[in-house]
């Protein structure tokens, strides 16, 4: 939920462009995509799309900030960063991962369609924790990034 303030949306713009990028890249090289133009706009689009929507109804920074919470780290620590940084890269990793992966298997022709289902699911269960993982250590960047694009923008 990012709309309370000109600062939360000016910072996830930005992780929303930026995420998108880096998880397009990622995807194109370990799912052997070919590093092209039509192939890096699609996924980034749709990748930024996702981000985005999900960004405006999930509240999923307040949720990691109570999951820190349970550890008893506190608020502005890195401790507290890493910790808090899980929940919203579980969350948007996996709206990425399930929608992405839907998009190019269940609208491709060349994949069967009574073999689409577990084609989705097995492409699901291998790339989520490996996309997870670059959107953890990239979603740092891109909140620092979109911190700095914040400040400069309000002042």
Not at 19 to 44: E, N, P, R, Y
């Amino acid at each position: 939920m990012f709309l309370k303030n000109h600062f939360g949306t000016i910072i996830t713009t930005v992780l929303a462009l930026f995420m998108g990028l880096v998880m397009a890249i990622s995807v194109a090289v370990v799912d052997h995509l070919g590093l092209v133009w039509t192939v890096l706009f699609k996924l980034w689009s749709e990748i930024f799309f996702i981000v985005f929507t999900v960004s405006l109804f999930l509240p999923y920074n307040r949720w990691g900030d109570w999951f820190a919470g349970l550890f008893g780290l506190k608020q502005g620590t890195i401790g507290f960063k890493l910790v808090q940084g899980l929940i919203p890269s579980a969350v948007l990793n996996t709206f990425n991962t399930c929608i992405c992966s839907g998009q190019s298997i269940f609208y491709n022709p060349a994949i069967p369609r009574a073999l689409r289902m577990q084609t989705w699911l097995q492409g699901c269960v291998h790339d989520w924790l490996i996309f997870f993982i670059i959107s953890y250590l990239a979603s740092f960047v891109a909140v620092w990034l979109g911190t700095k694009v914040a400040k400069a923008i309000l002042k």
